[in-house]
Each structure stands twice: as C-alpha cells, then as structure tokens.
C-alpha cells in the first residue's frame, strides 16, 4: 500500500508535510491512498460517503403515526368548511342582530336552502370521523358547540333531535375544543395548514 498525500490535512497547526519523512514502501505497496498526518507521521484516511441507516417503525410507534396521519388528512379536508362556516354565522349573526323573531326565522330559513345548496353533496361525502374533528373545528371558528348552534338558530327540538343523530354514530354535538388539552394536536394541524396559507 503506498500512501499518497492527497489534501493532507495537519493534527498540529506547526507541523508541515516537508518536515514529515515518507514511510518506507516495500515492493508490493503499489496502491495510492489518500493520507493524514497524525502523530507527526503520515496515515491512511478517507473520507466515506453518507450511508443512511432505517429500521422498521416499533409497533407502537406505527400506529401513533397512523392516528396522526388520519388526523392531519381529516383536518386538511374539513378545516376550510370550518372557516367557510364561522364566516357565514358571523354574516348571518351581523344581520339578524337587529330583526324581529319573525324576520329573523326568514332570513335563515333563506340562508339555509342557499348553504344546503352549497355544501350538502360535499359535506355528504365526509367520513364519520372527518365530521367529529369538522365539528370541533366549528367550534374553534365560532366558540360555540353544534348543538348550541343548531338551538339558536333551529330551535331546542331540532338540536336534540340531531344529538340523538349524533350519538347513534358515536359522536356528540356538544364536543368542546380545548387547544391546549384534547385538541392540542389538531390545533398543531391547524397552525401548520394556516402557515401555509400564508406563504
């Protein structure tokens, strides 16, 4: 093996590649390799390239990654029906402020055929779950549950009726949304999809 001083670099700043003799070569060192000085003397050193090592994900890892990625993909499809949702109540609160009860029951039953016209055949297509995290999120948008919701603008009955509704598919209108306890991590979500609305 023959040592070839290729981009020597020196283990001591005083130490300099003329001052170090070369290392006696037999007759069968016929291999140049890139070398270092170390030690005041010359040594074989390379540089390897990146390797990168992977393992297979441990089990309970694996399905915490699967909880995550259903989540992150159910707040991704519901969250803009969720802002699209606490902008109409916010337009529909601003006109009704002033209305009698008559008018007001009028004005909503208005804006309801227009909104079920907008958004029945989509929001049909959403999973059970998607809609539990979609009725969070109007929580989060408006600061208001479903279920009182539906009571202030459809009346008592009505919200109790779609309660019963919701609990025959495992859900409840009455979910609350706490960004710093249950929901903190679609609150994560939720700021990540926000910071990318921004760029």
């Keep these: 093996m023959a040592i070839v001083a290729v981009s ?3 283990a001591q700043a ?3 590649p003329d001052s170090i003799p070369l290392p006696q070569l037999g007759p069968n060192d016929t291999i140049p390799v890139p070398a270092m000085i170390h030690g005041n003397e010359y040594v074989p050193a390379q540089t390897l390239e990146w390797t ?3 393992v297979p994900y ?12 259903r989540l992150r993909n159910a707040v991704y499809v519901t969250y803009p029906y969720a802002r699209r949702a606490g902008a109409i109540m916010n ?8 209305m009698n009860d008559k ?3 009028k004005y909503i039953h208005s804006r309801e055929k227009e909104l079920k016209k907008q958004f029945a055949e989509p929001l049909s297509e959403l999973s059970i779950y998607q809609g539990k995290v979609l009725m969070k999120l109007i929580n989060r948008q408006t600061g208001n549950n479903c279920y009182t919701i539906i009571k202030e603008y459809k009346g008592g ?19 609350p ?5 249950d929901e903190r991590e679609i609150e994560m979500i939720v700021q990540e999809v926000e910071r990318m609305q921004r760029l």
């Design 91 to 98: 337009d529909i609160n601003a006109h009704i402020a002033k």
């Design 103 to 105: 008018d007001k029951k």
């Design 157 to 175: 009955f009505t919200a109790r009726a779609w309660q019963t509704v919701a609990f025959v598919f495992g859900s409840n209108l009455k979910q």
């Design 52 to 54: 990168w090592v992977q």
């Design 8 to 10: 020597i670099s020196t």
């Design 14 to 16: 005083q130490t300099t």
């Design 58 to 69: 441990p089990k309970h890892l694996l399905k915490k990654r699967q909880e995550w990625t």
């Design 177 to 181: 949304y706490n960004p710093n306890g």
